[in-house]
């Protein structure tokens, strides 16, 4: 790893996680305690960073806009912050959840939450193998698990239940890899797809989800907000290998993904809400909310939603992620994506704001506003 890349994030993690502040929880007596964050690269804050592997977003431009780091790369995946870290914010969050694998998340770092997301990571623990590492959905559990038994010793056992309980949002966002880098992977996963139908490739994503989320819930987690899948088939990535124009997407990657959020949400709002029910299940449709961007993007503000921010020219155009070799747009609020795979902020911002505070067209049974204040 070149050091002069590892030596920025590592400082701005420092900073962030022991200086920075959050305006919006002062006074706010309904304030957010702690959020922890389970998923892949559209939330992960920079565990990454600590993983030899290829799915990393450590250098510039990513992070240009993420002004608690002053411009530098953070490991976020975006121009700016993530969705999560948005969320975070509005609901008064103290601080932003501290990457698990920084090297500062421990002591009282760890009672504004903690973010297990790993760029490349998936429900099933096969997936992402083609980046080499990369942090699981079962990892990421375990490793909540240890972060568990440290609230008992910081807060003593019956205090932590109950912040764990009462103060905290859990938000899982994952999914999406699992389609993409693994039952989609060209050339890899084609024989796999002659033995697999789709449907049992989505009911071994739905069974080990179901373990995920009541093993989260043996620990104590009650308020959980579970994203289902985006529009996959109309990232730029998608319409890159395929050669689809702008209005274009894969028809397969958006049936695959529909055909899982369908099953999501009756696991969720059926199935969980009955047998675990001192839990609180809130099901986000973010493909409904991404659909709404990318068919309406001049609505909201944006000159494109097919072309990348961030992107590589040339015949690796809409493949690579954004990096240092990687052309930048002018202005990067008019872009829904700010690489080949993940939204820009000024996206996020959007969807978060619909999560927050939207409707049960895109949040249900209520929103996280609502939520918080269970």
Known sequence: MNKANYFVPFFVFLFI?????????AGDQNALAAS????????????????????????????????PSRGNPTGRFTNGRTIADIVGEKLGQPSYAVPYLAPNASGEALLNGVNYASGGGGILNATGSVFVNRLGMDIQVDYFTITRKQFDKLLGEDKARDYIRKKSLFSIVIGSNDFLNNYLVPFVAAQARLTQTPEIFVDDMISHLRNQLKRLYDMDARKFVVGNVAPIGCIPYQKSINQLNDKQCVDLANKLALQYNARLKDLLMVELKDSLKDAHFVYANVYDLFMDLIVNFKDYGFRTASEACCETRGRLAGILPCGPTSSLCTDRSKHVFWDAYHPSEAANLLIADKLLYGDSKFVTPFNLLHLRDL
């Open 36 to 67: 922890f964050v389970f998923g892949d690269s559209l939330v992960d804050a920079g565990n990454n960073n600590y993983l030899q592997t290829l799915s990393r977003a450590n250098s510039p431009p990513n992070g240009i806009d993420f002004k």
């Open 17 to 25: 996680g022991s200086r920075f502040s959050i305006v919006a929880s």
